[in-house]
Structures are given as C-alpha cells and as structure tokens.
C-alpha cells in the first residue's frame, strides 16, 4: 500500500475481472456541482469528467452543470425530487456535505435519501501557526492555549459550524476547553486565515493542507499538525500528525459523489466499476495530483458506510460543541 493513505476499494474484488452491466453505460454523462464555477465541487467534477474520458471509461464528454444555494442543499434536494431515477447523473460531494447533513442543513433529507458512490481524493485539515511563533510543537501549542485560553483567537475559512470551526474546536478539545467558548474568527477563505496569521491577528489558524504546504515551504506560516492517519506525501512530509504528537485528531476532506436513491442497481453497479477501474488508471492519478488532492478512494459500500459513520460522528461532535 502506497504511503501516501491509499484507501482503495476494489469493489468488483479484481480490476481485470470487473465486467460492465450491459446497456447501462449513461448516454448522457453530468456531474452536477451544488455551487457557482471555480470552488470544490466545480474541481470535484471536474476531476470526474475530465479523468473518466481521458481514461476512456466513458466514450462521450461529461457535462458538468451547477446548482448554487446552501453549500449544495439546493442540489441535494433537486437530485431527490427530481432526478432520483437518472442513471446519467452524479452529483459532488464532500466531507463538508456530511457536516450539513449532521446538522439539519439539508432539510428533510437526512444521508440515506440518496446512493453514495464514491470518493476519488482527499485534501487533509492542518493546524498552523505564523513562522515567528514560538510553538514548536501541537503539544507546546496546546500547553499554552489551556494556561491562557482566552489569549488564543483562532481563524478559520468559514462561519462558526464549519469544517474550519470543528477543526479548531478539536483543538480546544484537546486543550481542556469548551469549543462554544473558543475566540474563533471566521474569515473568507484560507487565504484570509494566512494574512491574518503573517499580521499578527490570530495566534492559530485551521485549514487545509493542500492550500498551506506551500506557504510553509516558504517560511511565511508553521505548519505543526496534520489531521491525516499517516504523514503525508510531499511539501509536509516532514510535518509529524497529530496523532504522532499524542492527539487522537483526524479530518480528512474528501472529495466524492452519489447518484440519486432510485437509480437501478445496473446503472449503479456501472458507476461502482467504472470509478474502480478509473482509481486504477494512470490518467486520474495525474488528474488527481494536479488538483493538490491526495489519495483516497472509496467506492460503493465502502463509501456509503463511510458517509454514515462520518454523519454520526459530526453530530456527536456538534453536540459536543454547543451547536
């Protein structure tokens, strides 16, 4: 298994024996992203659609189409009502989808109104601190935030519920602190959370590790924990986990898609397969990497219990944290 947290599914057991369901392949390929051009679900269909022709796992073009409204609840709720039955049709996804979901934010669909398909990629959560700063370590970084709490303001790329705030709340977690007391400033984007860092603004910043492992390379910020099972490939390679460092502190980003519930068990099963032999392929390995994700695949049941599990874990940890 490859460093890297390769997290592979083969859901037909075998990539040489995967066979097809006859007729079923979608004359009509679209992935559908729940948000304006140029944010991540646009970069998840885009990864689809663009790997799945080069790998010639789909003979046509794929559509990519978009839905703006609720951080993809809009989406969501029109693949229900009205496209439950469309075998042409994958939607994207991401852990950020299975916070709302826990959250109530999707509106009367909970997790089991739709068929998880899969998941091609994640990006990992990281603490940062400014290059200047005198932590060293997420051990030293937690020592002072329990001492001094109330010094600590931490920024994040989003409100106050977002993938940004719970990863900060994880921190103040493992410092003894309430998170619904925490001095959290939610800022646009992780480029927001690095200006105020550099300034001197915040003492902590929560993001994402593809967006900071530049930066850190650079000198300008310190990344001092990555919230992955394993260190990861490249950039941060030398920047131990935060389970390394005592902390038992995961948040994997993934990037996925599900298709709605009543799509045929045919036109599903081509899905599962087709994604199975597209993970194998040289062609989406490149596609994958040039959109600063790493490896993380799964596929089918696989992936449907991880969405479960992710769910009920992020409404233990909303309940945890006065949301």
Excluded at 95 to 104: D, I, R, T
Aim: net charge negative; with cysteine.
């Amino acid at each position: 298994m490859s460093n890297s947290i390769l997290k592979t599914i083969l859901a037909a057991g075998c990539f040489a024996a995967i066979a097809f369901p006859a007729d079923a392949e979608p004359t009509k390929p679209e992935c559908l992203a729940g948000a304006k051009p140029g944010g991540g679900f646009d970069l998840t269909c885009r990864l689809a659609a663009n790997s799945l022709l080069e790998a010639k796992v789909i003979g046509k073009p794929m559509a990519v189409t978009y839905m703006e409204g609720g951080v993809g609840a809009v989406a969501y709720n029109h693949v229900i009502g009205k496209r439950s039955k469309d075998g042409n049709l994958i939607t994207a996804a991401s852990s950020g989808s299975a916070l709302l979901l826990a959250q109530g934010k999707f509106g009367q669909y909970d997790e089991s109104a739709v068929r998880w398909l899969g998941a091609l990629g994640a990006d990992y959560g990281v603490l940062v601190v400014a290059a200047d700063s005198p932590y060293k370590s997420l051990a030293e970084l937690i020592a002072a935030y329990k001492a001094n709490p109330s010094d600590f303001a931490v920024a994040g790329g989003g409100a106050v519920g977002s993938q940004d705030w719970m990863k900060s709340s994880l921190l103040a977690k493992a410092a003894e602190q309430e998170p619904k007391q925490m001095r959290y400033v939610a800022l646009e984007g992780g480029g927001a959370v690095l200006t105020a860092l550099e300034g001197g603004h915040v003492k902590v910043g929560a993001g994402d590790a593809a967006e900071m492992a530049k930066h850190h390379v650079a000198g300008k910020v310190r990344v001092l924990a990555v919230m992955s099972p394993s260190r990861l490939p490249g950039d941060l390679a030398e920047v131990p986990t935060a389970k390394e460092q005592g902390i038992d502190i995961e948040w994997p980003v993934w990037r996925g898609y599900y298709v709605g519930k009543d799509v045929s068990d045919d036109d599903y099963k081509w899905w599962v397969d087709a994604f199975t032999k597209l993970a194998a392929s040289p062609e989406f390995t490149k596609e994958r990497e040039a959109r600063g994700l790493y490896e993380y695949t799964l596929i089918g049941d696989a992936f449907d219990g991880q969405v479960k599990a992710d769910v009920a874990r992020f409404k233990i940890l909303a309940k945890e944290a006065g949301m």
